[in-house]
């Protein structure tokens, strides 16, 4: 039997385990108490900053004594979580990137946060990440890029739609067409209620589209009654059944303009020979 056969007692292991993690704990106390010896730091409440990437800390320990931190730098470290963060309420910007992190439970403890970065790491689990995400009011910034959970079919999307504050996506400006694309795509209530709106007024978004559109019974109004030939005569009981016909016969908008690459320049108007196509017009229509 070799030495890899041999069973190791459970309690062994616990005690090897607790040993690692103690370990890792002391590591990370003298990275920090190291850092505020080359900041100059001697009181707690002084400390708005602290630097601790690249010191290959599988742990760190509860910096909830940092009651001012406002910038926390821990990336390119092995962490694997980050409960060590409860209490550092007026934490704004926090790097995070290139780890082994997968999961984030506790940042929901971080209200001011404004900077989150988190590319490069093990996160697996969208709907858990976004609900931890979801009460940070004041994420402008996020990077999620290089995680497991970026493979979802429609991520960015449904990052956008759950995160409505955030600006700035995995390095690229949250444009206005993604959010009226994750509208369309996860609110169709909402989505609904947009498409339906006409002269100040709206639908009711309970209505069901693929159920006929059932309507009141109508009154006919004189034939003599002094309507332009091109208005629907019939009168509504309801306002808003009148406001979705409406919003189904939108007006045809068309807008046109000069197709500039069919002009001939100058030179081109020197030279222009018998038989040469006139200017075109570009006619664009919308409804």
């Known amino acids: 039997m070799s030495w890899d056969q ?3 007692p459970r309690a062994f292991r616990c005690w090897s385990l607790r040993r690692a993690s103690e370990t890792a704990l002391q590591s990370s106390s003298r990275a920090v108490e190291d850092q505020l010896k080359i900041c100059g730091h001697k009181r707690d409440d002084d400390v708005f900053e602290l630097f601790l990437s690249k010191k290959e800390l599988i742990e760190v320990i509860d910096l909830s004594r940092f009651k001012k931190l406002k910038y926390l730098w821990l990336h390119h470290n092995k962490l694997h979580g980050i409960t060590f963060l409860t209490r550092n309420y007026c934490l704004t910007e926090l790097y995070l990137n290139n780890n082994a992190i997968f999961e984030i439970e506790g940042l929901h403890y971080l209200p001011s946060l404004h900077i989150l970065l988190l590319h490069h790491n093990e996160l697996t689990n969208l709907d858990a990440t976004v609900k931890e995400l979801k009460g ?4 402008k910034i996020l990077s999620l890029y290089q995680n497991p959970l970026c493979q979802y079919n ?3 999307l ?3 739609y759950h995160l409505p504050g955030v600006e700035l996506l995995d390095r690229k400006q949250v444009t206005e067409k993604e ?8 609110n169709h209530k909402k989505a609904h209620i947009v498409q339906s709106i006409a002269f100040g007024g709206k639908v009711d978004a309970s209505w069901d589209p693929k159920s006929p559109f059932k309507q009141k019974p109508a009154q006919r109004v004189p034939s003599d009654f002094a309507f332009a030939n091109n208005v629907d005569k019939t009168v509504f009981d309801d306002p808003e059944d009148a406001v979705f016909v409406r919003s189904t016969k939108r007006s045809v908008m068309t807008f046109s303009s000069m197709n500039w690459d069919t002009v001939p320049t100058r030179e081109e108007r020197y030279l222009e020979e018998e038989g040469t196509e006139p200017a075109q017009m570009l006619t664009v229509t919308l409804r």
């Open 6 to 8: 041999i069973p190791v």
């Open 136 to 139: 940070m009011l004041n994420l």
């Open 154 to 156: 429609l991520y960015r």
């Open 158 to 160: 449904y990052i956008i």
């Open 179 to 186: 959010r009226r694309s994750m509208i369309t795509i996860f």
